[in-house]
């Protein structure tokens, strides 16, 4: 699909930032580190490992980071579908729940990648993903954004995040097998759990705050758009709101933890003030500073981001990476050669998305 549209240059490199941890640059730090002993590879290897349980690190920010920015894309849209004929909603409803279906069977292939296979049986299939919490956190924002005005849009977002909350202290514990999210999963997710697991990290409950996520980013995209051109005034807002979320997700840490495997509402709160602090940082440095070939690079990868995460389960980069570069690579150090290699899967991948990117050509559901 061939898009048209004008595209925000800092959205599409965050984007495309976010998506190249994925594609391989959590892989970097662990060779750098041995070939360097510089304890801030160490430090970024440990910050590309989710936390355990309660916590906080680099890399549980990924995942809420595209939703924030799938949110984004909705409030630069500035689309509304309230006083329009029935003809064009449903034309707009049909093109949401086909987005949100793809996204929920490529969720399924995905889960059953490398191989593997979708079970025939329907109860071995693993239904919740990644893919399809994206799809379900942007369709129920797209529905508030339509149908709500803007004041009803943050009384939504701040009712879930406080009725999450209420949810999960009022019936059961902040306990992997004790929380209400095990016992909703058990319950009514069909189909397999994550590693079999009593909850399922993408499951039914916890995609219910992620639409929270979603709206924060349309929050931020509205003021993209209602101010643009007005640069000093886009940074500041982006910049106190993503200070005043953190404050507020510290301090709700100490009653209520910030738990990305729960989704918890103070992780909505950290994940929303990082995802906007980013994208201050990014709308400064591509849109005010013009840093081309930094917003270029990271660009080429988030215009496709979709595919590039699709590609992760079925492309076995790592094969081709050592099928091109394993000979340069057997003649450095073990940790040299891990480097090649890392850095052959990232440029692969990079290469292909350019093809895309240079015809312009951006696959969406």
Partial sequence: MTSKKQRLASVDALRGFDMFWIIGGEALFLPLLTLTGWSIFASGHAQMQHSEWHGFRFYDLIFPLFIFLSGVTLGIAKRSLRGLPAAERR?????????????????????????????????????????????????FAAMIVWHCSHRTQYVIATGILLGYWLLQIGFGALTPGDSVNSWVD????????????????????????AIANALAGVFAGRWLRNCRGQHRKIL?????????????GFLWHWIYPVNKELWTSS???????CSLL????????????NWRLFATFFAVIG??????????????????????????AAGLSEA?????IAGGVILLQWLVLRWLYKRGIFISP
């Fill in 186 to 209: 058990q319950c009514c997710l069909p189909g397999i759990t994550y590693q079999n697991r009593p909850y399922d990290p993408e499951g039914l409950l916890s995609t219910i705050p």
């Fill in 278 to 289: 980013l994208l201050a940082l990014f709308y400064l440095l591509v849109d005010m500073w």
């Fill in 91 to 139: 034309a707009a409803y049909r093109k949401a729940c086909k987005r949100l279906l793809i996204l929920i069977g490529l969720g399924i292939v995905y889960n059953h990648g490398w191989g593997a296979g979708i079970p025939v049986d329907p109860i071995e299939i693993r239904y919740a993903s990644v893919l399809a919490r994206i799809g379900f956190a942007w369709f």
């Fill in 336 to 340: 040299g050669g891990a480097l090649v």
């Fill in 303 to 328: 215009c496709n981001a979709i595919l590039v995460y699709l590609g992760t389960s079925l492309v076995n980069w790592s094969y081709s990476s050592k099928s091109l570069f394993g000979g340069l």
């Fill in 267 to 273: 992780f909505v709160l950290i994940t929303c003030a």
């Fill in 236 to 248: 500041s807002g982006l910049t106190l709101a993503g200070l005043a979320c953190l404050l507020g």
